[in-house]
């Protein structure tokens, strides 16, 4: 990737030059990137510390939240550090980065996405074949496929991106995100993103297919359902899912398919908080808040670790 540009490094334009605005999105953005730390961490720990969640569902819900770790602090940590020390600058190679990781996991978290919902139509529509259809290889296979696709996507992403001219270093966003890049290129970024973008359209419609094409089918199944127990069972599992679809389709869509404006925006500000730093905190709370399976083992694990740091805390040798 040559730099054709003369730009060192970008300013990030993100929020208000006034230190009290600065100061309360510095604490904002880092009790939101805290708590998605968390959260994320201790989804992971119970699928990985509980037998009973070696599931499809719940291996995919462990890459999830990967994906939600890596997304925001892709982002976030970034904006924090800048408010703390009082700049606005990233460097050309840190803007580089942050392009080609963010792409990388919001494109993998979207295969991850179809993935599942395929995972919850296998299920809930074809119960008797899902051990067999649904069995670790393919679930592995799955997997891969997804992060392996956002690999390959964020690198002609960002591989195009930065092959432009810049004529300013001015970002009017917290992160480098790319139609701001794209509104202070030089060159005309049809031409050399048209293509790219284009197999990214068709990636993002053969998902949402996917995922359309499941819940039609998932709610024709539901409808079949004669116990309301069982109905519920079903969307316990299956409307999670859905919101988290909904919020992360409709908010990235907006923000990278309407016009850019020629000055700062409140509306893409939003748009991109809603896409980068929302969801890895509301995934975990969305999905873990109706399922009870995921409640049990937290709790199981909690009750099982807990003596053993008491035991550890009072032994003979941490006493003397």
């Known amino acids: 990737m040559t730099n054709q540009s003369r730009v060192s490094e970008f300013l990030l334009h993100g929020f208000s030059d006034t230190q009290e605005r600065q100061v309360f999105q510095t604490i904002i953005f880092l009790i939101i990137y805290l708590v998605a730390l968390i959260e994320n961490l201790l989804i992971i720990t119970v699928i990985i510390y509980s037998h009973q969640l070696h599931t499809p569902m719940y291996f995919f819900l462990a890459n999830l939240s990967f994906q939600d770790l890596g997304s ?8 924090v550090a800048n408010s703390l020390m009082n700049t606005e600058a990233i460097s050309y190679s840190g803007c580089v980065c942050q392009v080609f990781f963010l792409v990388f996991f919001m494109i993998s978290h979207l295969f991850l996405l179809g993935g599942m919902a395929y995972d919850r139509y296998v299920a809930i529509c074809k119960p008797l074949h899902y051990e067999t259809v649904m069995n670790k290889k393919t679930c592995i296979q799955m997997a891969t496929s997804a992060w392996l696709s956002g690999l390959f996507y964020s690198t002609l992403y960002a591989g195009n991106t930065f092959t432009v001219q810049f004529c300013s270093n001015i970002v009017n966003q917290f992160f480098c995100e790319i139609p701001q890049l794209m509104k202070i290129s030089c060159s005309d ?4 993103d048209i293509w790219v973008m284009t197999f990214g359209s068709c990636l993002a419609c053969i998902n949402f297919a996917l995922i359309t094409f499941s819940y039609v089918q998932i709610f024709r199944a539901v409808l079949k359902i ?10 316990s599992t299956c409307l ?32 991109s908080i809603l896409y980068c730093i929302v969801p890895p905190v ?24 807990l003596p053993h740091i008491l035991h550890k805390k009072h032994s003979p040798a941490n006493v003397s």
Not at 72 to 79: G, L, R
Not at 290 to 302: D, H, S, T, V
């Open 226 to 235: 004669p116990s309301t127990q069982g109905k519920q069972k079903v969307f």
């Open 282 to 305: 509301m995934n975990p709370l969305i999905y873990s808040m109706r399922n009870k399976e995921l409640k049990m083992a937290f709790w199981k694990m909690i009750v099982n670790i």
């Open 240 to 271: 999670p899912h859905l919101i988290v679809v909904s919020l992360f389709l409709v908010s990235g869509t907006f923000a990278y398919l309407k016009p850019i404006s020629s000055s700062p925006s409140v509306l893409d500000l939003l748009l």
């Open 189 to 192: 970024p049809y031409f050399p």
């Open 72 to 79: 925001i602090s892709t982002t976030a940590p970034k904006s």
